[in-house]
């Protein structure tokens, strides 16, 4: 079994045709909607509990 070919392919937001311009999404407006969703914050990554923006492993103190 082969995978779609590029012009077979949904559109990721609303399921229409892929355009090659714009893949994976069909329209520049489908992929504006999709970069706001990330930009809101309706989108996220799973990341470890207690993770924060900006927080990072802490770093040992260095002796002086």
């Known amino acids: 079994m082969s995978a779609p070919q590029p012009d077979q392919r949904k559109c990721a937001l ?28 309706e989108y996220s990554i799973p990341g470890a509990p207690g993770a924060e923006a900006g927080e990072g492993p802490e770093m040992p103190e260095s002796e002086p």
């Open 14 to 41: 609303c399921g229409k045709p892929q355009a090659e311009k714009f893949r994976p999404f069909c329209s520049k407006r489908c992929a504006d909607l999709d970069l706001g969703r990330w930009l809101k914050g």
